[in-house]
């Protein structure tokens, strides 16, 4: 899915393109851009025959755009890519071994990259449990690593069941989580594998915005209040039905562990900056 990604776009692509799995399809949507990225999409669509784009003639949104792709798609597999990221050369190769029968989503681990390629942060995802309820739990509870913008959404799935369930059903859910729904949904419908000799590279060093004012900040940085939005969304949609009012008494439970993970990291980027400034603070009061 493409939108105003002209600045990493080539990379993606090339970095799906060169994947040691040969046999497949890239759907390229561009979701109306802007910028460069149709004339990159079409330069790469006349020279490689594996490339279908597609240009939408006005802004449907990002999880519309989601499962355009999906029904546009002909294979019994299907991976979402995202316009800035690069993927390990035996991404596709490594997870699609892992679909075994009953495994719904395969998916290895992230990295977060910054300029240069350098690695800023690495995250490996669970082993998940093959017993679907205490995969469900194991979903409910788990830190998700929104904040470095990947999840098992963005491994392979099985298509048949991602347009049974589609991603824009969340989102009239929730729109602040969709992403974190789908894959509970998608967890107690199938097995999610994960791999560890493979990697999804997201990047940072976006530029940021203007600072958000300090009640925004309080809100969601200290209080986290868009998980109270997110973690309500969770008992619905618990497949098991006699599960619900054991998820509906564990929200309490789930916000407060939330609670103190976001804190504790806040907490230490403080910390950090302290110490970095202290030698200033000692040099002005001398």
Same mark, same amino acid.
């Given at each position: 899915m493409v939108y105003n990604g002209e600045r990493f776009l080539a990379r993606a692509i090339e970095s799906l393109t060169k994947q040691t799995l040969r046999d497949f399809?890239?759907?390229i949507a561009d979701d109306a851009s802007a910028d460069g990225s149709d004339e990159i999409c079409r330069a790469y669509a006349a020279t490689d025959p594996r490339i279908r784009y597609i240009r939408h003639p006005r802004n449907i949104g990002m999880y519309a755009n989601?499962?355009?792709?999906?029904?546009?798609? %002909?294979?019994?597999?299907?991976?979402?890519?995202? &316009?800035?990221?690069e993927w390990d050369p035996e991404w596709c190769e490594v997870?699609?071994?892992?679909?075994?029968?009953?495994? +719904?989503?395969?998916?290895?681990?992230? =990295? /977060?990259? #910054?300029? #240069?390629?350098?690695? /800023? &942060?690495?995250?490996?995802?669970?082993?998940?449990?093959?017993n679907p309820v205490r995969r469900t739990f194991q979903l409910f509870f788990q830190d998700m690593p929104w904040s470095i913008g990947s999840s098992p959404i963005y491994g392979i799935c =099985?298509?048949?069941?991602?347009?049974?369930?589609?991603?824009?059903?969340?989102?009239?859910?929730?729109?602040?989580?969709?992403?974190? /729904?789908?894959?509970f949904v998608m967890g107690q419908r199938g097995y999610i594998s994960t791999d560890d000799r493979v990697y999804h590279h997201k990047r940072a060093g976006y530029r940021r915005g203007p600072r958000p004012p300090w009640a925004t900040v309080l809100a969601e940085q200290v209080l986290v209040l868009h998980q109270v939005r997110m973690l309500t969304c969770f008992p619905r949609l618990v497949r098991r039905r006699w599960l619900r009012p +054991?998820?509906?008494?564990?929200?309490?439970?789930?916000?407060?562990l939330r609670l103190c993970v976001s804190n504790t990291a806040l907490v230490r980027k403080l910390a950090a900056r302290i110490r970095r %400034?202290?030698?200033?603070?000692?040099?002005?009061w001398q």
């Open positions: 399809e890239l759907v989601f499962d355009f792709v999906v029904r546009e798609a %002909r294979g019994e597999y299907f991976m979402w890519a995202a &316009q800035d990221d997870l699609l071994e892992n679909m075994t029968p009953g495994t +719904i989503i395969s998916f290895g681990h992230v =990295r /977060l990259t #910054g300029p #240069g390629g350098r690695v /800023l &942060q690495r995250y490996h995802f669970p082993h998940y449990s093959r =099985r298509r048949a069941e991602m347009l049974r369930f589609p991603i824009c059903e969340t989102e009239k859910i929730s729109r602040d989580s969709a992403d974190s /729904l789908w894959v +054991i998820f509906a008494l564990l929200v309490p439970v789930r916000y407060a %400034r202290a030698p200033l603070l000692r040099e002005h």
